[in-house]
């Protein structure tokens, strides 16, 4: 074989391959040679490096490109770089740091320093950072920010990371929108192209498209079905999420807005739209019939409120709300009073009454579809079809937590001295008694002394407290002769309350928590006579807490409410000469309007009852002695004091996340509740657990098309 032949070795050719086989050799003048060819180090060269020693081969590269290399010490080994033809010294330096490349080193560039390192730490000694395009070529590590405008840095971290070494690394900054590689100069070329491909934006313009014939309320949902089918289902929170067809209707000027997620997508929503847009044939003087299902309002309701804001539309018998349809009438059957099956009216009556069907005007309500049928011309029913869409709005929910704190407590002192006597002799044919008595300070003494007396044990009960007596015989019978009584008590009671009820938007709520009581309101007795029928009528009420709420969103977040909320117990006694009137009740009420922020609490009041009673028996003059007093009187204080306070805070749900989100976490509350209140495990009784609600099931996963 021939060998290849080269041009004539001219005297720097000659002095630049002395340098390169003494670079090969290991021979310590390359630097020497090195400052003789500092001023000539872009001319050609041609390099052959056959298993040289890696760092005699990076002290050449140094000498020809005029900036200081340094080796890290991991680095080692031999490495072959060669030509067959010159080249330039840029060319020369890039097959070097390709050969290192290929022997798992890399050439990076910190603080003005070139160094050549192991692949593994480039990305952590890389100083050169660029925003935008780099300058930069060859395989030399750097890191590159690259500031995306429309696309979600996170779904191009997916794609890039298989084009990008290994030890090199891909970061996603959601703050910024941006991505920051480390990797060789040149393949963040071809990565800059692959991102300026993909950084396009997911959609098209907004169009707004105006229809001539249809309407935009009734043909919006059609078209986004279609759209939709057509463009396959999208993966939520994926790269496809935000290229869906989206489609909105503008009542004010009858228009449909749409966005597409490319040009030939728009193409097809416009013509799908163009052969919707036809006039309806087939209508008579008086218009159509049109059929509007709504999603969320009334249909009773809102067709009263249309009706009163077109009174001239639907002719004579359009301003009125028409006559309602007579419903049958339902026969009542009457439970006897007291039995097993006596039912309150609250548990009897429906929760909300349904509404009826009407007659008369231009727009009637099916209640049962919840729906309402226009009969219109096009013009009137696009204005009707305008305010349904206005008024057909899903509204918020007002979740309120309500707590109810009474605190009340008794405190009462008794102390008294009662005693009796009888003076004379045994035979003597008079005799004087005397004594105290009082019943203030508990059992009187005389009562006492005559159920000793007579064996009666009814009679024989002695007040509460400290009770000391003294017995005397009288005549063979043994009667108290004095007796004094001290008592000192105190009595707190606490009672919590945390009614919670969630209602929409200006509707009202109501809670109930208490029991049903039965109060007689009229009885019937026939004392004379061979038959007697008697009989009582009784209405039954709730007794315990009652809070009713009707709340308004406002503007601005906060909740106004109208509030009422009452307090009712039956007492244990019965005031005397009402017995036969059944049980007597004590009831405590608000009924107030207020405002409070959204989350925020508010406290209505509370109401405050401080009583004294202080009762006194004693005998005149007597009682009044200063310490011999006490032996001629009986005395009873008595203080009570309560306080009720009803504290509201108001949580306002706008959406169905929301509300989802508080039902689980009262759910999950409740079923920890049911955990704790377990029975301890017992071989004795069988019975070891309790009911415990199921665990809430977990939501389901998207699914790929």
């Not at 480039?122 to 890191?143: F, H, M, P, Y």
Request: hydrophobic share 40%; aromatic share 4%.
């Amino acid at each position: 074989m021939t060998p290849p032949r080269h041009p004539a070795l001219t005297p720097l050719r000659v002095i630049q391959r002395v340098c390169l086989a003494a670079a090969g050799l290991g021979f310590a003048a390359v630097p020497v040679l090195a400052q003789q060819t500092k001023a000539v180090s872009r001319a050609p060269v041609t390099v052959n490096f056959i298993n040289a020693d890696i760092e005699a081969v990076t002290r050449a590269f140094a000498a020809m490109i005029n900036r200081p290399i340094l080796v890290d010490p991991r680095v080692k080994g031999q490495i072959t770089v060669y030509s067959e033809q010159p080249q330039s010294v840029q060319e020369a330096y890039q097959s070097y740091q390709s050969a290192l490349r290929g022997l798992g080193f890399a050439v990076v560039e910190s603080a003005g320093l070139l160094k050549v390192v192991p692949e593994a730490d480039a990305k952590l000694q890389a100083g050169t950072v660029s925003v935008g395009e780099s300058t930069i070529k060859g395989d030399q590590v750097i890191t590159q920010i690259f500031q995306l405008r429309y696309e979600n840095p996170n779904n191009l971290v997916a794609v890039l990371r298989p084009l990008i070494s290994a030890n090199n690394t891909i970061n996603a900054n959601p703050g910024s929108n941006s991505l920051v590689i480390t990797d060789y100069a040149d393949n963040l070329k071809r990565i800059a192209r692959i991102i300026a491909a993909l950084d396009q934006p997911a959609s098209t313009d907004l169009e707004v498209i105006p229809l001539e014939h249809a309407v935009a309320s009734d043909l919006a949902p059609l078209v986004q079905r279609l759209a939709d089918s057509s463009a396959g289902t999208a993966i939520p929170g994926g790269a496809g999420a935000a290229g869906t067809t989206t489609v909105v209707a503008e009542t004010r000027s009858n228009s449909l807005i749409v966005r597409a997620a490319n040009a030939a997508r728009m193409a097809a929503v416009k013509a799908t739209i163009a052969k919707l847009d036809r006039p309806v044939s087939g209508l008579g003087p008086g218009g159509g019939l049109w059929v509007v299902h709504l999603k969320n309002a009334d249909a009773v309701k809102l067709a009263t409120v249309l009706r009163a804001a077109f009174p001239n539309a639907g002719g004579s018998s359009g301003g009125g709300g028409g006559s309602p349809v007579q419903a049958p009438q339902v026969a009542q059957v009457s439970v006897p009073t007291g039995g097993q099956g006596a039912a309150s009216v609250q548990s009897t009556s429906p929760v909300t009454p349904s509404g009826q069907v009407t007659t008369g005007g231009f727009i009637q309500a099916d209640p049962s579809t919840n729906s309402l049928i226009i009969t219109a011309p096009e013009p009137l029913y696009r204005q009707v079809r305008g305010m349904i869409d206005q008024l057909d709005s899903r509204r918020a929910q007002i979740y309120i937590e309500s707590l109810i704190v009474e605190v009340s407590g008794d405190n009462s002192a008794d102390f008294g001295f009662q005693w009796q006597g009888l003076l004379g002799q045994s035979g003597d044919k008079t005799g004087l008694f005397a004594g105290t008595n009082f019943s203030t300070g508990g059992s009187n003494i005389v009562s006492l002394s005559a159920a000793a007396a007579g064996g009666s044990a009814t009679g024989l009960s002695i007040g509460e407290g400290l009770n000391i007596g003294l017995l005397r015989n009288y005549g063979g019978t043994y009667a108290l002769a004095a007796i004094a009584r001290a008592l000192q008590s105190q009595v707190k009671t606490n009672i919590v309350s945390t009614p919670n009820l969630i209602t929409l938007d200006n509707e009202e709520a109501k809670i109930v928590v208490g029991e049903n009581v039965p109060f007689i309101t009229g009885q019937f007795t026939q004392t004379g006579g061979a038959t007697s029928n008697p009989f009582q009528t009784i209405e039954r009420k709730d007794v315990g807490i009652t809070l009713r709420i009707r709340p308004q969103i406002g503007e601005s977040g906060s909740v106004r409410m109208t509030i009422y909320q009452e307090q009712s117990a039956v007492k244990s006694t019965t005031a005397a000469g009402t017995s036969n009137a059944g049980p007597s009740t004590s009831k405590r009420s608000i009924e107030s309007q207020v405002v409070v922020e959204d989350g925020g609490i508010i406290v209505l009041g509370g109401l405050i009852e401080d009583t004294f009673e202080e009762k006194k028996s004693k005998i005149p003059l007597l009682g009044d002695i200063p310490l011999l007093g006490a032996l001629f009187r009986s005395e009873t204080r008595e203080k009570r004091r309560t306080n009720l306070m009803v504290f509201l805070r108001p949580v306002v749900m706008r959406d169905a996340d929301a509300t989802t989100k508080f039902s689980v976490d009262r759910y999950e509350q409740m079923r920890g509740r049911q955990q704790e209140a377990q029975p301890e495990p017992s071989y004795v009784v069988p019975i070891n657990s309790s009911p415990v609600a199921p665990k809430m099931p977990a939501p389901a996963e998207p699914t790929a098309p």
